[in-house]
């Protein structure tokens, strides 16, 4: 049974940083390309950031271009989401998703395309 698990999030001021952190369990990790969106609440869910399965290829939304980053532990079934320049409008829930790449490199960025999802962890950012 595929299990992610999302933590780190919190309250923090605009200007800070904070790192997502979203454990799997259950699936063989190196293989599946990983994804971070982000939901408010009466709003669709947004994409932020994805990383093929290698972690070689990376894919940004504009929104968070040059202010967050995902990475990936292989060893560790973790991927992060460092967030950096953190402003009001970044408010939302958090929500790591993995996609089975059969071998492509290909960076998924709708949710459509995901097949496993985590709970979520809430991020506030406060002006």
């Known amino acids: 049974q595929v299990r992610l698990v999302e933590s780190g999030g919190g309250l923090v001021q605009a200007g800070g940083s904070l790192r997502l952190t979203c454990a799997a369990s259950g699936l063989t990790f190196r293989n599946y390309a990983m994804g971070w969106f982000r939901q408010v609440p009466g709003k669709e869910r947004e994409f932020v950031a994805a990383?093929?399965?290698?972690?070689?290829?990376?894919y940004y939304a504009d929104s968070v271009k040059g202010r967050f980053s995902i990475s990936r532990d292989n060893t560790k079934m973790t991927v992060y989401l460092q967030m950096n320049s953190l402003k009001p409008e970044d408010t939302a829930g958090y929500y790591c998703?993995?996609?089975?790449?059969?071998?492509?490199?290909?960076?998924?960025?709708?949710?459509?395309?995901?097949?496993?999802w985590g709970q979520g962890t809430q991020v506030t950012v406060s002006s």
């Open positions: 990383m093929d399965f290698s972690g070689s290829s990376t």
């Open positions: 998703a993995a996609r089975y790449a059969r071998g492509s490199v290909y960076v998924p960025a709708k949710d459509y395309e995901y097949d496993n």
